[in-house]
């Protein structure tokens, strides 16, 4: 089955560490890829996307992502975070062979920020 | 400009009960879907609408289960005979036409729902 996998839920760090957060899908042919923060207390809000072109991808906030096909992931990167940081934080795939733009989630990051 | 809106954003039912969830998109947005999330866990796709017409349903885990978007514009999500494991957060997302931002969703704050 078709499915997204996100590991280490909960992810506890210390201000100006580096952040990488894992993003494997099982998806196969042309896919969409999304990263989602939720910060506490707010809604979803989309912090970057890949369609196609440069596999680095550079979001807000100084995040940035990377695909690699042949690994099928799409992982999450911030060479160092802030308090601010501190949110939940999900991968998303749209897989059009698959109909329409439904999107598919990973379970989640629960990251903590230390100040 | 306004985002996506959904209320109420907070609902209690008792085991049973109907509910009626509903969602305002953004303006001029074609595309409407909705995701459950339950604790814990990532949104699961439900359903989607292109404009009043509904295209997937396949989500829906029971005929308990029902939405519509008769002018194209606000959805409703309704679940009638409400059941504990219906206990979740219910989220909006809607998307713009024939951009490249197409396949980029734009999601509301959600409605809670427990049933007790």
């Known amino acids: 089955a078709q499915s997204v996998s996100q590991h280490n839920h909960h992810v506890i760090l210390s201000e100006a560490a580096s952040l990488e957060l894992g993003c494997n899908y099982s998806?196969?042919?042309?896919?969409?890829l999304f990263w989602y923060v939720q910060y506490p207390g707010q809604h979803l809000q989309l912090l970057l996307k890949y369609f196609s072109g440069d596999p680095l991808v550079k979001g807000i906030k100084g995040f940035e992502a990377e695909f690699i096909k042949s690994k099928f992931s799409f992982n999450l990167r911030k060479p160092s975070v802030q308090w601010s940081d501190t949110a939940e934080y999900f991968c998303?795939?749209?897989?059009?062979?698959?109909?329409?733009?439904?999107?598919?989630f990973g379970k989640g990051n629960q990251v903590v920020v230390i100040p | 400009g306004a985002g996506v809106s959904q209320s109420p954003r907070y609902k209690v039912a008792k085991r049973g009960q109907d509910v009626a969830l509903r969602c305002d998109p953004i303006s001029g947005h074609v595309s409407l879907f909705w995701y459950q999330q339950a604790l814990g866990q990532g949104p699961e796709f439900l359903t989607y609408?292109?404009?009043?017409?509904?295209?997937?349903k396949s989500g829906l885990p029971s005929d308990r289960f029902f939405a519509e978007r008769p002018e194209g514009s606000v959805s409703t999500l309704k679940i009638q005979r409400t059941q504990q494991e219906d206990s979740a957060v219910y989220l909006c997302a809607s998307s713009p036409p024939g951009t490249s931002d197409t396949d980029t969703q734009y999601f509301g704050p959600g409605t809670r729902l427990t049933v007790l």
């Open positions: 998806y196969g042919g042309t896919v969409n």
């Open positions: 609408f292109q404009n009043e017409a509904q295209l997937d």
């Open positions: 998303a795939v749209n897989a059009p062979r698959y109909g329409n733009n439904r999107l598919a």
